[in-house]
């Protein structure tokens, strides 16, 4: 009797399949640009957002102690006291509006004094005050000739204050003087309260 040993390898349990050839090593998939420009964008607006709220609370904090402050500044005065001086100012602002707009004639009188020839006499003065064309001076008077009249009129327009002078209607009275009409325009700041000149013009 032969004695034969049969041997038979058969695995019991199937062989590991794998998924792909050997030694091959497994490959992440990269994330997509447009996903990190969008946690990007996400952080950014995040902070921006907590920065103008922290912004926002420093400004109204800042509002809140400047007007404690100005309260307590105003506490310290009396507000009787600044009623008071308030009124004060207005009045002495509408004193000096009043002083700067004010219209005197004097000057023109100080002028006259100080211009007329003594071969000249006025006997008829008057002035007119209008916004748009100033001041005029409309005047009568007699001289004993037509050479004493071109002397006052020399005089007069040698004075800067004046202007637009002008001789007229002359004729020859019963007493033989000449007798004529003058006019002439002053400048503003020639009767002007705060700018009248002191001297209006030399003695002749």
């Known amino acids: ?19 792909g050839p050997i030694g091959s090593v497994p490959v992440s998939k990269p994330v997509g640009l447009l996903s990190t420009i969008s946690v990007i964008l996400f952080f950014v607006t995040i902070a921006i957002a907590v920065g103008v709220y922290f912004w926002k609370a420093y400004e109204t904090s800042q509002v809140t102690s400047l007007s404690a402050s100005i309260a307590n500044v105003e ?10 001086l308030q009124s004060l100012d207005k009045q002495l602002t509408n004193a000096n509006t009043l002083l700067n707009n004010h219209t005197v004639i004097s000057p023109i009188f100080d002028m006259l004094e100080a211009s007329t ?77 705060t700018q009248a000149p002191l001297s209006a013009a030399p003695t002749q």
């Not at 506490?75 to 008071?84: G, N, R």
């Not at 748009?132 to 009129?153: E, F, R």
């Open 75 to 84: 506490k310290t005065f009396e507000p009787d006291l600044i009623s008071k």
């Open 117 to 193: 020839l003594k071969q000249v006499q006025f006997n008829k003065f008057d002035v007119e005050f209008d916004q748009i064309k100033g001041t005029t001076v409309t005047m009568s008077g007699v001289a004993d000739s037509y050479q004493s009249i071109a002397q006052q009129s020399d005089v007069l327009g040698s004075n800067t204050f004046l202007q637009n002078i002008l001789f007229s209607n002359f004729f020859l009275n019963q007493q033989g003087q000449i007798s004529f009409d003058l006019t002439f325009g002053v400048k503003p700041n020639f009767v002007n309260f």
């Open 1 to 19: 009797m032969d004695n034969q040993l049969t041997t038979t390898f058969i695995p019991k349990k199937p062989l590991a399949e794998t998924s």
